[in-house]
């Protein structure tokens, strides 16, 4: 496996989504990104953006055992992680699995489940074990959490604390579709007003388990310039002396976006990263991995906008 393999299942997987979602193909790329890099993804946008749907559709293309859990305020740790029951036939406790135990997991709405629950995830996302009586049980080398939520309602949701925000390599606004995007919607879509049954389009699974560990390997041996490592590092480092920033990006920060940019570039067919690459994944990166000073909440600022103005700040490499 190499860059340009990478490339054609990106196109193939952009196609296939395409069949049931409209107009999201750089969320597409971003899902992408993540799976390649072994990371997590936080989609967020209104309801009715097709973020479930977009996540499943993408769930169907790869050879992964799929769960989906709706977070919601009574939801336990147990209920996701699973329990021991004592067995009365063998005198014996036995672990009853919960749906954490997968290699996909969608987690619909994460932050409408109260914080306890919500850290439950924590060294699942991180070491992709989980810990249960004392125990530990391994998720598996191919474990995604992929979790949506909802920015506007925000009775009886539980912000996601900083710790679990640096667990998600990429989080994706998921915006609402152009007149065009939507007009398709409606012809594609509008006979019914249910979720769309994702086996009535045929997708195809475009990546087998073992395939995907060769690409991964390909990703990994993508070579990164000396003068891209300095941008990617100058980038990061900049958001801790912005003005508008009081909490800055940390290290780990600086290695997820360096590991996303090598993704990126062989999903363009390179096998060589450019400043673009890096530009084009910096907001996802780190929009959740910095928080604004109160001063600059105060007067409307924005933290796209403001790690915009550090990209245009920083010299990218010639």
Request: proline residues 6%.
């Amino acid at each position: 496996m190499d860059h340009t393999d990478i490339g054609e299942l990106g196109k193939r997987v952009r196609e296939q989504i395409g069949r049931i979602v409209v107009g999201h193909d750089r969320i597409v790329d971003w899902l992408l990104v993540t799976l390649l890099s072994e990371g997590h993804v936080l989609l967020e946008g209104p309801p009715g953006t097709a973020k479930t749907l977009l996540a499943r559709s993408f769930s169907v293309c790869l050879d992964l055992k799929f769960n989906r859990v709706q977070f919601t305020p009574d939801l336990m740790p147990g209920d996701l992680l699973g329990t021991n029951l004592f067995d009365f036939s063998s005198n014996s406790f036995s672990l009853t699995k919960g749906p954490v135990f997968t290699d996909f997991l969608l987690a619909d709405e994460i932050n409408r489940t109260p914080p306890k629950t919500q850290a439950a995830l924590l060294q699942a996302m991180q070491e992709r074990i989980v810990t249960i009586d004392g125990v530990t049980h391994s998720l598996g080398e191919n474990f995604m959490v992929v979790a949506t939520e909802n920015p506007i309602e925000h009775e009886g949701t539980y912000p996601l604390p900083e710790a679990q925000l640096d667990r998600f390599l990429i989080k994706a606004l998921v915006d609402l579709p152009s007149r065009d995007e939507e007009r398709e919607i409606v012809l594609r879509h509008g006979s019914r007003t249910a979720m769309p049954h994702i086996e009535d389009f045929g997708l195809e699974t475009i990546v087998t388990a073992s395939e995907l560990n060769a690409l991964r390997a390909a990703v990994r041996d993508l070579r990164l310039a000396d003068e891209t490592v300095d941008y990617v590092v100058d980038l990061v480092r900049g958001t801790r002396e912005h003005p508008s920033i009081l909490h800055g990006a940390s290290p780990r920060a600086a290695t997820m976006l360096a590991t996303a940019v090598r993704a990126l570039a062989a999903l363009r067919g390179r096998d060589f990263v450019i400043p673009d690459d890096v530009k084009e994944l910096v907001l996802p990166v780190l929009r959740h991995r910095v928080v604004l000073s109160p001063s600059a909440e105060i007067e409307g600022a924005v933290i796209d906008s403001v790690l915009g103005s550090i990209v245009e700040s920083v010299p990218a490499p010639r």
